[in-house]
């Protein structure tokens, strides 16, 4: 190859990888795997190695700098850094609204609501379209020059998309690390020894503040791009327009912005945003209501350190400090041992929490929990509360490290280690604090929905010993319910009738029901569809199972160790000879069959599983992406790029009712 031609496949793998990265990063629709830009990186590595004449300071392979940094310079922001007023409750968000009718005279005035992110703010500097400089937010005027830690964020262009670009454009976003990979960042951390972080924002906080570029390149940061600073060479009349520019340019913003129209529509976002939290991959701590017009922004203006056009509405906190009365262990249907801690109850984001888990040794070990300790407790979501962190400084005198006994405290056999040591299990399949366990699983609402067979009753038919296996409870005898304290006749009938109906569940509960080690319901549904009958999946290898596409080794495992167990074989033989075999409910042929069917944005009436599961049973298949050879295409709320994909390819775009009104065709 002569120079020339070099200078062109430079210039070409420079301009093909940002696209790559721009698909990924910004649109979520990447077109080629992992492997494959990794092959087109490495080869643009070497050819820049080989010939530095035509390397560039934006090409895609310079986000390490490689240079360990002695301090941080100073960056000032051109314009100021504005923080934001606070609501602390919808009454405070109402008031921020009246003041802005007010103000325009127009009750629908125009704003947008965003998640208001929990990381690090920052600025981003673009000059003719090329990242030139970022900082940290400082103190509004200030901040730290984090330019060359900003590069190794993947998501962040070194070069801005499109055509023009204003040559000017500062941006200001939130840098964040997501819950999977911030719990991924402190197991590893655990493993080497060192002190996990407190929470995710702290370590993008510290991940960014590090003076050597190759240690933040190694941490899983993201940012979403949500203010303007300075911007020459292009005006804006309203931030949503803002907002899809950025997009355009390559600058990822948050998909679940919204343009909204007077105050009910706030609130409900508000509270939409709070009910969505615990289900968001990262974390955010409120939302940010802004006004949309420019013009009426310049008009409102500001007070000292905050506009009058924007609030932040916050969430209650979700966490609190209170202290451990005691540690105790649980025993779960599979047998493994769980500790968890009993609290001085705390009010938390408006419950009462009493306990939280502590998940394992480890986690006990990492954060060094002991009875009695003060801790930060937190409730996100609808999961079970859990510990932060010990506040060491509150650590009353002569408590010990607390280690989970050797013996399942249940039944009193050894426990053992599994899963590469980090839990431990009990494995008497006797051990009646499984026993209780499995049945409940089996008689729960989502499995076999035995109504009126909650933990109380279980255990009251477990500890009488009318009940042994999931079997026995097919053999219930009235005479001996009756013998049972709080067993009248009417109950007694009612549990009787109830577990006669959930025979007639169809398969795919009645796997999800067995409580086969990592088969939830989800898969159950998938195994049901593709055996038909419990006998033939009970046949199945892990070749088979594993040709099927959602199903890995793992999984394959663990269900060919179940039904090889002989415990597990005699409860299914014994329920086969007492009647209950279910069978897949048929798939239905209809004009549907065979037909793609792609969702995007949520449902209202359904999960987005869900509407899969229901297209499933038209024999229709369910596909994450939009193309050519997409049929329908479903747009719940906030739906993203692939509903812009469906109209740009033409595709029929449904929304929630005609999509269940067309299902309801098909089904009568
Ligand atoms: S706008 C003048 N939008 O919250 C408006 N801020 O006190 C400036 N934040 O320091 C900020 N999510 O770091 C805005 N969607 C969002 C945000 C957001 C998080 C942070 C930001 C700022 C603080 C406001």
Redesign the pocket.
Known sequence: MNDKNIEQTVRDLQKRLREHNYRYYVLDDPVISDAEYDRMFRELQELEKAHPEFSRPDSPTKRIGGTLQKAFGTLEHRTPM???SNALNEKELREFHKRLVKFTGDAGTELVG????DGL?VELVYENGIFTAGAT?GDGYTGENITENLRTIRQIPLRLHGDPVPSLLEV?G?VIISKANFERLNRERGSRNEKPFANPRNAAAGSLRQLDPRITASRPLEIFI??AGKIEGRDFDKHSGFLQALRDWGLRTNPLNAILHGEEEMIGYFRNMEQKRGELPYDIDGV?IKVNSMEIRDRMGMRTRT?RW?I?GKFKARQEITQIRNIEVQVGRTGVLTPVANLKPVQIGGVLVKRATLHNQDEIDRKDIREHDWVVVERAGDVIPKVIKVIEDRRPAGTRSYRLPDRCPVCGARVQRIDDGVAVKCVNRECPSQLKNGIQHYASKRAMDIEGLGGKTVEQLVENGLIASVADLYRLDREALLQLEGFGTKSADNLLEAVERSKRRPLSRFIYALGIPNVGEYLAGVLAERFGSLGKLMEADEDILTAIGDIGGIVAESIVNYFGNEANHATIRNLQELGIDPRAVKRKDTALKGKTFVFTGSLSGMTRDEAKEKVRRFGAKASGNVSSNTDYVVAGEEAGSKLDKARSLDIPVLDEEEFTGLLKKYSE
């Open positions: 504005l923080s934001l965003e998640p208001k992110l703010g937010r200001r939130e949500y203010a940010v506009p924007a932040a």
